[in-house]
C-alpha cells in the first residue's frame, strides 16, 4: 500500500498492482465460492448441467441398458440401450393387421369448428391433442407425418393416417412442445403450421424452431416452473413449463441438449396438463400438484412402456400414468402416446386395456381416466362457477 501514499509518481507496475491483485483475488477466489455457493442453494437449477445441457432429476443408473441418458457416461448407455434394444426386438408384439384394434370415429367437424361453452378435447393421435375452450385452439405436440423418423422412408410408421389433416385443422393459437424427439417435433408438420400458432417450448428449442423458420417473436422459450401469460381473445392463458422425466435428441451429439417437459396450463377458469413424454418419479409430480392448480383435464401418457426394464426409465405404463393422475391431482385424463407408432413391445391395444384394469384398482371414478377413439371429441363439464 506504500505507493498509494507516496508522493513520487507511481510506476506502471505499482498503478496497476492493486487492480490486478484485487482481479485476481475476485477470479480465482470470490467467484468460484459464489458459484458454488449458489449451485449448493440450488441457484443453478438441480436439472441444468454444470458441462451444459439438462437432466432429469431423478437417476436410473441402476436400470441395466435403460436409455437414460442423463449420467455422465451417456454415450456408454446409449450403446448399452441399444444392446438391450436389439436383443429384445425378437419379443415384439407385430402391429401389422391389427390397425382395426385403433378404434377410429369421424371427426366431427362442426364441433370443431363451432365449439360450445364447455372445454372440448380431441384426440389426433399419439400426443397430438386439440384442446378447446374459451375460443383458444391449443394444440400439443402436433405431429401429421407419415413416419416420425430423421429420414422420410425409414423408422416408426403411422398404423392410420390423422383423422384430419393440417388444412382441415381449426387454426391453433398455441403449440405445446413436450420435447425434440421426433414422434413430438415434426419439422413438416411444424413448418406448415409456421407462425399461426404462438410456440411454447421448453428451454433449447427455440434455436431449432427458428431454423425450421419460425419467427423469433412467435415462440416462448421456458424453463421448469416459468410461466408465460398471453390474452387471446376474451381468455387469459397462463402456461407454465413443469418438469418431465425424460431426455431430449435427435441426433447422437445432441443428447439432452435441449430440455423436455411437461405445461401445466389455465385458460381462464379451466386448468389443462399435459404430461409430454415420461417415465415415473412421485416426488415431481407430486411437487407439481402441491405448486399449481388441480387440473381439470389431464393428457397423460399410457403407452410405449415394454420390455419395462428398458422402458421405465423414459415411459410410464398404465398403472403409472394412473399415479400421476392422482399426483396431479387430476379430475379427468386422457391416455395419449400409444396405438399410432410402434415404439415398443406391448400389442397394439394392450394400452387402453391396461390403463382400465390399473383404474378400477385405483378405485378411480368410472371414465375419470379414459382412451378416446382416434378422432374423437370429448365435452367436458364445464369448470365449476360458470354457467
Ligand atoms: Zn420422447
Known sequence: MVFLNSALPATMFERWA?????????CGLVMPMLISRAEAEGVVPAHHRPEGGYRNLRQHDADPGALNVAGSDSRRRLWD????WWRERKNFASW???????????????????????????????????????GVNLLTDPMFSERCSPVPFLGPK????????????????????S????????????????????????????????????SADRIVELDWWQESRHRQGIAQVVATA??????????????????WSSWHVRIDDFTLWFGGDTGYDASLFQTIGRRLASPDL???????????????????????????????????????????????????????????AASMAAELPVDAFRTLALGETWLLPLPPGVN
Open 298 to 356: 389431464a393428457l397423460i401418457p399410457i403407452g410405449a412402456y415394454l420390455p419395462r426394464q428398458f422402458m421405465r426409465a423414459m415411459h410410464v405404463d398404465p398403472a403409472d400414468a394412473v399415479k400421476i393422475f392422482q399426483d396431479v391431482g387430476a379430475s379427468r385424463a386422457i391416455g395419449i402416446h400409444w396405438g399410432t407408432f410402434q415404439l415398443s413391445a406391448e400389442p397394439i391395444d394392450a394400452p387402453p386395456r391396461d390403463l382400465a
Open 158 to 177: 403411422r398404423t392410420a393416417p390423422p383423422p384430419l389433416s393440417l388444412e382441415e385443422l381449426p387454426p391453433p393459437h398455441f403449440v405445446l412442445i
Open 96 to 134: 401389422e393387421g391389427q390397425e382395426q384394434l385403433l378404434p377410429r370415429h369421424d371427426v366431427d367437424t362442426a364441433a370443431l369448428a363451432t365449439p360450445g361453452m364447455a372445454p372440448q378435447v380431441t384426440w389426433l393421435g399419439h400426443s397430438t391433442v386439440l384442446v378447446q375452450y374459451r
Open 242 to 259: 413443469t418438469p418431465a422425466q425424460h431426455w431430449g435428441g435427435r441426433m447422437l451429439m445432441d443428447r439432452n441438449q435441449r430440455l
Open 18 to 26: 492493486l487492480p490486478f491483485a484485487l482481479c485476481g483475488l475476485w
Open 179 to 214: 420435447h425434440d424427439h421426433y414422434d413430438h417435433l415434426d419439422v413438416a408438420t411444424v413448418r406448415a403450421l409456421g407462425d399461426q400458432p404462438l410456440w411454447l417450448v421448453p428451454l433449447g428449442i427455440s434455436e431449432w424452431l427458428r431454423k425450421a423458420g419460425i
Open 81 to 84: 440401450g441399444t444392446k438391450v
